[in-house]
């Protein structure tokens, strides 16, 4: 068993008493009828001026240096610190998917944090029958717990963490977001309390941390490096005159780069031709085929081929070798003996070298990299997160105008309050999935505000589905049809962080279900479920989403202000006792 380091130092204790007693005095208390609905991965108050959020994977060695940290500081300040773990296993790591079921399965007993003790501490021994004597020494209910892991009962839980994580661009282990900023990789005990101190809230609500916040333009780089990723008749998809041109260095065998090529064709389908693409190589070190990947797109772009080789080789990217390689050329037609003898002469190292260097001198240290117009952005990239970036660097000053890429939203579109009057003085627009973990705590959020706010608050929920939530748009339609009936609260509840069966017949017989054990009349909400009444205004909410770059839940944007994740209590009073014109519900 891990043993916890004890924070006997003065520097944590410094961290969280002298820096933040002043702010703590500010924190309301919880009243005494607010339910908590924790999930079984958190420890600490859900009213702590800080928060950390974890992504962790619990094959990675980071990750056990790390999580023993950040739990014993959690539980050594439970009144300062909340701490929410996420599951999030990496591609390579084979076993780790099955050790997050295993953790959540013990979780569900009550036993999640000794779980992930003993699994991290033992990561070489990472089997099922080695799951099972753990769960054995910690006495927990044995039968119960191998329906759980053999079901795969917490399978969807872990993927729809790994989606949120994916929707707020994680992408290595651990991932800590301390009050919304992130900080990547294993960090040691002083290290940790620096970033907790830093992160305690002041009084004042001017500067307050968010999670995954709109993206804003990065410095842009030299004029003259720029110059030099677009010269040299680099390989391209896009016109040469397009207004936005993204140079992406790339490593043909990292999985973050594979998750970016489909929205990187998908960008340029929609543009118009008003966006370029510009690849240049980068092969990491720790990828032994990586270059010789490079070599083969390289090669078969001199026979007019690059693009077909470069998907290919991403789409097969779990088994790139020569042999493979050559299956590939002859899968795309391409010329053999000339093939063979590109690569064999190494004619294109030299290039692939360049493109280190000039990576190198842009500060790239990792894949994929981007450069949009000169801005860097780093990391897999959603879709909307591609088109905002675009839409930014386009509108830059002497750029061209921003390109048009987004969908108008319906004008017929209305927009549902679940509390609260248009006439309100303070207003929360707040995007959510009910299926995702956190929203049984961003729940009980709203409604506190509401407890304390009174008619003064109106709240306008709008509909955001997570990668992979394919019920969303049946789950927001059965929110806003209970709401109809003022039974909002008690249906919410019955569903919030639950995953649905992926069947639609299943999960409709799910919520029928949900609504009659929260008491709503089934055959008036039966009647709204299936009408397209609500059709356009879950349509206007994902291109509301998309423009303003809410890349996952919950998002709370309050008097036009924008809180992401959850964040202490406190943050979101402070920008509702603001005194600011109310926000018009449209």
Same mark, same amino acid.
């Given at each position: 068993?891990?043993?916890?380091?004890?924070?006997?130092?003065?520097?944590l204790a410094f961290a969280l008493t002298a820096t933040a007693s002043?702010?703590?005095?500010?924190?309301?208390?919880?009243?005494?009828?607010?339910?908590?609905?924790?999930?079984?991965?958190?420890?600490?108050?859900?009213?702590?001026?800080?928060?950390?959020?974890?992504?962790?994977?619990?094959?990675?060695?980071?990750?056990?240096?790390?999580?023993?940290?950040?739990?014993?500081?959690?539980?050594?300040?439970?009144?300062?610190?909340?701490?929410?773990?996420?599951?999030?296993?990496?591609?390579?790591?084979?076993?780790?998917?099955?050790?997050?079921?295993?953790?959540?399965?013990?979780?569900?007993?009550?036993?999640?944090?000794?779980?992930?003790?003993?699994?991290?501490?033992?990561?070489?021994?990472?089997?099922?029958?080695?799951?099972?004597?753990?769960?054995?020494?910690?006495?927990?209910?044995?039968?119960?717990?191998?329906?759980?892991?053999?079901?795969?009962?917490?399978?969807?839980?872990?993927?729809?963490?790994?989606?949120?994580?994916?929707?707020?661009?994680?992408?290595?282990?651990?991932?800590?977001?301390?009050?919304?900023?992130?900080?990547?990789?294993?960090?040691?005990?002083?290290?940790?309390?620096?970033?907790?101190?830093?992160?305690?809230?002041?009084?004042?609500?001017?500067?307050?941390?968010?999670?995954?916040?709109?993206?804003?333009?990065?410095?842009?780089?030299?004029?003259?490096?720029?110059?030099?990723?677009?010269?040299?008749?680099?390989?391209?998809?896009?016109?040469?005159?397009?207004?936005?041109?993204?140079?992406?260095?790339?490593?043909?065998?990292?999985?973050?780069?594979?998750?970016?090529?489909?929205?990187?064709?998908?960008?340029?389908?929609?543009?118009?031709?008003?966006?370029?693409?510009?690849?240049?190589?980068?092969?990491?070190?720790?990828?032994?085929?990586?270059?010789?990947?490079?070599?083969?797109?390289?090669?078969?772009?001199?026979?007019?081929?690059?693009?077909?080789?470069?998907?290919?080789?991403?789409?097969?990217?779990?088994?790139?070798?020569?042999?493979?390689?050559?299956?590939?050329?002859?899968?795309?037609?391409?010329?053999?003996?000339?093939?063979?003898?590109?690569?064999?002469?190494?004619?294109?190292? $030299? !290039?692939? *070298?360049?493109?280190? /260097?000039?990576? +190198?001198?842009?500060?790239?240290? %990792?894949?994929?990299?981007?450069? &949009?117009?000169?801005?860097?952005?780093?990391?897999?990239?959603?879709?909307?997160?591609?088109?905002?970036?675009?839409?930014?660097?386009?509108?830059?000053?002497?750029?061209?105008?921003?390109?048009?890429?987004?969908?108008?939203?319906?004008?017929?579109?209305?927009?549902?309050?679940?509390?609260?009057?248009?006439?309100s003085s303070n207003s929360i627009l707040w995007f959510s999935d009910?299926?995702?973990? $956190? !929203?049984? *705590?961003?729940?009980? /959020?709203?409604? +506190?505000?509401?407890?304390?706010? %009174?008619?003064?608050?109106?709240? &306008?929920?709008?509909?955001?589905?997570?990668?992979?939530?394919?019920?969303?748009?049946?789950?927001h339609r059965a929110l806003l049809a209970a709401s109809n009936q003022?039974?909002?609260?008690?249906?919410?509840?019955?569903?919030?962080?639950?995953?649905?069966?992926?069947?639609?017949?299943?999960?409709?017989?799910?919520?029928?279900?949900?609504?009659?054990?929260?008491?709503?009349?089934?055959?008036?909400?039966?009647?709204?479920?299936?009408?397209?009444?609500?059709?356009?205004?879950?349509?206007?909410?994902?291109?509301?989403?998309?423009?303003?770059?809410?890349?996952?839940?919950?998002?709370?944007?309050?008097?036009?202000?924008?809180?992401?994740?959850?964040?202490?209590?406190?943050?979101?009073?402070?920008?509702?006792?603001?005194?600011?014109?109310?926000?018009?519900?449209?």
């Amino acid at each position: 068993m891990i043993k916890f380091p004890q924070f006997r130092n003065s520097v944590l204790a410094f961290a969280l008493t002298a820096t933040a007693s002043h702010a703590l005095a500010q924190y309301k208390s919880i009243p005494d009828n607010y339910q908590s609905a924790e999930p079984i991965t958190t420890l600490g108050s859900i009213t702590a001026p800080v928060s950390i959020v974890a992504f962790i994977d619990l094959e990675c060695p980071f990750s056990a240096a790390t999580v023993p940290l950040i739990e014993a500081m959690a539980k050594a300040h439970p009144d300062q610190i909340h701490l929410q773990i996420r599951q999030f296993p990496l591609d390579q790591h084979t076993e780790s998917q099955l050790a997050h079921e295993a953790a959540l399965a013990a979780g569900a007993q009550g036993r999640y944090f000794d779980m992930v003790d003993l699994i991290q501490a033992n990561q070489r021994q990472m089997t099922r029958e080695q799951y099972l004597l753990y769960a054995a020494s910690l006495h927990l209910d044995l039968p119960r717990f191998k329906r759980d892991l053999d079901s795969h009962r917490f399978l969807p839980q872990v993927r729809n963490e790994v989606a949120e994580g994916n929707a707020i661009g994680v992408n290595q282990t651990p991932s800590l977001f301390i009050n919304g900023k992130l900080s990547t990789g294993s960090v040691d005990a002083p290290t940790l309390a620096s970033l907790v101190k830093a992160a305690i809230p002041t009084p004042s609500p001017s500067e307050v941390p968010r999670l995954a916040a709109t993206p804003e333009p990065s410095p842009v780089i030299a004029k003259d490096l720029w110059q030099q990723m677009l010269s040299g008749n680099p390989t391209a998809l896009g016109p040469t005159d397009a207004p936005v041109t993204i140079v992406e260095f790339t490593d043909f065998q990292c999985p973050f780069c594979r998750r970016s090529i489909d929205p990187l064709h998908q960008l340029i389908a929609a543009s118009g031709g008003k966006v370029r693409w510009v690849y240049r190589s980068f092969p990491l070190d720790i990828h032994e085929n990586s270059e010789i990947a490079a070599e083969a797109a390289l090669a078969a772009g001199a026979q007019g081929k690059f693009w077909p080789m470069h998907d290919l080789l991403f789409a097969q990217q779990d088994v790139i070798d020569r042999a493979h390689i050559d299956t590939f050329a002859r899968q795309i037609g391409l010329d053999m003996a000339r093939f063979q003898a590109d690569l064999a002469s190494g004619n294109y190292r $030299a !290039a692939i *070298a360049s493109d280190r /260097v000039l990576g +190198n001198q842009a500060g790239v240290d %990792g894949t994929p990299s981007f450069f &949009i117009n000169g801005h860097a952005l780093t990391g897999a990239r959603s879709l909307p997160e591609l088109q905002q970036a675009v839409a930014l660097a386009a509108s830059e000053p002497g750029m061209l105008a921003p390109v048009q890429l987004a969908t108008r939203v319906p004008s017929d579109a209305q927009e549902h309050l679940i509390a609260g009057t248009p006439q309100s003085s303070n207003s929360i627009l707040w995007f959510s999935d009910v299926e995702a973990s $956190a !929203a049984p *705590a961003i729940g009980h /959020v709203v409604q +506190n505000l509401l407890e304390q706010q %009174g008619p003064q608050l109106r709240v &306008i929920l709008k509909s955001y589905a997570l990668p992979g939530h394919a019920n969303a748009a049946l789950t927001h339609r059965a929110l806003l049809a209970a709401s109809n009936q003022n039974r909002f609260w008690p249906f919410y509840y019955l569903l919030a962080g639950q995953t649905l069966p992926s069947s639609p017949n299943a999960a409709r017989t799910r919520i029928l279900a949900a609504a009659k054990e929260a008491g709503l009349d089934t055959t008036t909400f039966i009647k709204v479920l299936d009408s397209p009444e609500f059709d356009h205004q879950i349509e206007a909410d994902h291109l509301e989403a998309t423009s303003r770059g809410v890349r996952g839940v919950p998002v709370l944007i309050l008097n036009g202000k924008r809180v992401d994740g959850i964040q202490p209590l406190a943050l979101y009073e402070d920008y509702l006792h603001t005194d600011q014109a109310a926000i018009p519900a449209n």
